[in-house]
């Protein structure tokens, strides 16, 4: 089994991408907000974009490596990159677009089969669908006979239903397939289905590295809580005082957490005698919002003048839940995500 | 009416634009491909765009008139450029080159990068993307510069005559016509070959408007 490794460097402008990762089988993710640098990363491992400095390497082959100025042609590096839109060649059929790559019409016409397209054999990209355009460029990417896969937000331009059949079908294809592969994405649903180690990407840089289990159970980070979809995160004091949110926090002795994070499906409803005690919020509904199978409740502390967006939380609960019966919501403290940073 | 003109201009025109295209399509694809010096060497490629004709006659004069390196090797061979059709179709080469050089590389850059980046990762040549992908999706923007490229060597006038002189029925070009009507007195001659050249050029524009792959590419 193949390892990539990459330790690149690289400056545009105010921006720096500094990323520091290996993988070998278990498929590894990139999530990150837009503008965060993933997108750059598979840019470079695919020879689009040089690094400035650092290497690159893909099982005993030296991809990029600045101290030996080694900057292998993308063409040669056999990376195979599926591209967001497609990037299918437009002035080509299906069939072209394939054959164009492994030259071997019984190929092309297999791999039309194996993705069931050979309805669109003859079409141009657009005239085919979003669906049938991935996967023409999942076949043409197979045709190059890659030893890395890089997927580059492959669902983006997909409607749910579609997102959902070509995911499998990536996955189907991953699994058959003997490399390293890395997804590049802002959506943590997919990145937990699809990869074993998650990395963050913040700012350029790699800040939090895990495997998906510790991942979503123990985010490292403000950022990576964020992005894992946890909603309420506050900063707090020293004596457990969550500064955004308004309250007193019960914390376990010795904790030295700087801030702290809390699910919005965990709060639980008490009565009006808990009162003012830690970890209990006096509601004030600010507003409800109506999701497809719950009721999400936007609230603050009473009286909480903090203008950060982070004093506004969120409940997620059931549609039986009356948002006006919500006076009272405890947090239970041993369900609180605690950060260092 | 003697129509030697019409004709010397066509061959000229037609000359060059060969020449041109060939050039300008190396050149603008070159140039796409440059990470550093792209703007001084874009400019220099775009000059005969902004200089007077007759700098542009001058220069050409001196560069395979009969005392320069390239005269003397021509001269071996017993061939001038001096005072022949040849000689105008250079100048008219010259001048239109940048029309050819800047339409294709626009037509070039219009190319969807992802496309180009992705034949990349799939092993194809560079060479290959050009012939394979490029071409054929900056076909329509192509084939207007050529078009375009071809229609401003009728209007070349200055560096021609500079170059090739004005001998009738050999160098005499249209607009070279035109002049020397004017000067002789002849105004209804004059009027002729204006009549003649607005006319080339109105079916020329005219036929670049009607070609089939830009309607469908503004719709």
């Known amino acids: 089994m193949k390892t990539l490794k990459v330790d690149i460097k690289k400056r545009c402008g105010e921006f720096i991408l500094s990323v520091k990762f290996e993988t070998s089988s278990d498929r590894f993710a990139l999530l990150g907000a837009s503008g965060s640098g993933k997108s750059m990363t598979l840019k470079c491992i695919a020879g689009i974009e040089k690094p400035d400095e650092g290497f690159i390497c893909l099982g005993d082959r030296v991809l990029f490596d600045s101290s030996k100025k080694i900057n292998v042609l993308c063409r040669e590096r056999k990376v195979g990159y599926l591209f967001q839109d497609y990037a299918l060649f437009p002035n080509m059929t299906a069939f072209e677009n394939i054959n164009l790559i492994c030259r071997d019409n019984a190929r092309t016409e297999e791999l039309l089969k194996k993705f069931n397209i050979e309805g669109c054999s003859a079409l141009k990209p657009a005239k085919m669908s979003g669906g049938q355009c991935q996967r023409v460029a999942l076949a043409r990417m197979l045709a190059s006979d890659p030893e890395v896969i890089l997927l580059d937000e492959p669902f983006s331009a997909l409607d749910n239903y579609m997102h959902t059949i070509i995911e499998r079908e990536i996955m189907d294809v991953l699994s058959g397939f003997d490399g390293p592969s890395v997804l590049v994405s802002h959506d943590r649903n997919e990145v937990y289905r699809m990869c074993g180690t998650i990395g963050v990407m913040d700012n350029g840089s790699l800040i939090d590295v895990q495997d998906k289990m510790g991942f979503f159970e123990h985010p490292a980070t403000v950022v990576s809580a964020r992005l894992t979809g946890c909603k309420n995160i506050t900063a707090l004091t020293a004596d457990g005082f969550a500064s955004d949110w308004g309250i007193q926090l019960e914390l376990p002795s010795g904790c030295s957490a700087k801030f702290a994070g809390y699910r919005a499906h965990f709060f639980e409803m008490v009565g009006a005698e808990q009162k003012g005690k830690p970890n209990v919020f006096e509601v004030e509904v600010e507003r409800v919002i109506e999701d497809t199978f719950s009721r999400v409740i936007c609230f603050r502390q009473k009286g909480n003048k903090s203008e950060s967006p982070d004093s506004l939380l969120t409940y997620i609960t059931g549609k039986d839940t009356d948002a006006g019966d919500v006076k009272f919501l405890r947090l239970d403290p041993s369900r609180l995500i605690l950060l260092e940073r | ?219």
């Open chain 2, 1 to 219: 009416m003697d129509l030697s003109p019409l004709w010397i201009t066509f061959k000229i025109s037609l000359a060059a634009t060969v020449f041109v295209f060939v050039t300008g399509l190396l050149l603008a694809w070159g140039v796409t491909n440059l990470k550093r010096g792209r703007a001084v060497i874009d400019a220099v490629l775009s000059l005969p765009l902004v200089l007077p004709p007759t700098v542009m006659g001058f220069l050409i004069l001196i560069s395979v008139g009969s005392n320069s390196f390239i005269g003397k090797i021509l001269d071996s061979f017993g061939a001038r450029l001096v005072f022949t059709w040849q000689g105008a179709a250079v100048a008219a080469a010259v001048v239109s080159f940048p029309v050819m050089y800047r339409g294709i590389r626009g037509a070039l850059e219009q190319v969807d990068i992802n496309v180009i980046r992705a034949g990349r990762t799939l092993g194809l040549g560079e060479f290959k993307i050009l012939r394979r992908v490029m071409l054929p999706m900056a076909a329509p923007g192509i084939l207007a510069s050529v078009v375009l490229s071809f229609a401003r060597c009728l209007g070349e006038f200055g560096a021609t005559l500079m170059v090739a002189g004005n001998i009738p029925g050999k160098t005499q070009t249209m607009s070279v016509a035109v002049y020397t009507a004017m000067q002789g007195g002849d105004r209804e001659l004059a009027y002729k070959w204006v009549a003649i050249i607005v006319a080339y050029s109105l079916i020329i524009l005219v036929g670049l408007n009607c070609l089939p792959s830009l309607r469908r590419s503004r719709r």
